[in-house]
């Protein structure tokens, strides 16, 4: 209405539970909803891209690849993360690995150690692969960064 765009809706129904006391190794394939309050060593890969929706509480932690639609985090994560529409990194999210992402929201106190890459719609569409990288820490004193545009 009114001509506003309607959000990425989360599929707020959680199918799974993994409790917090649980330790799980091997990968997991999930439609749905998933809550992770546990340890997972694998990859967890949502079979059903279109209301798949991960989310990770801050007891929880996964080593291992993510691909879900939406993916909301407030554990940590080691590994890379593919969320194809939203992402949401809470107060405690601590990731070590690169995140792709359709739409995104930072809370503070969330960290990333790895590339962020906005994936347009078209490019989740398979129309054109272009990438857009956003760097969170500035670079220091030792490293400098030269692109093509700065070439004399």
Known sequence: MFGRKKKNQLHHHIDTLIGANTKIS??????????IDGHITGNIFATDDENSTLVLSNEGSIKGNIKATNVVINGTVTGPIDAQGYLELQEKAEVFGDVHYGSLEIRLGASVAGKMIHKHKRDIEGTQQSEKMITLA???????????????
């Open 26 to 35: 091997g990968d997991i394939h999930f439609t749905g909803g998933l809550r």
């Open 138 to 152: 500035p670079a220091t004193d030792q490293q400098t960064t030269t692109t093509e545009n700065d070439a004399p």
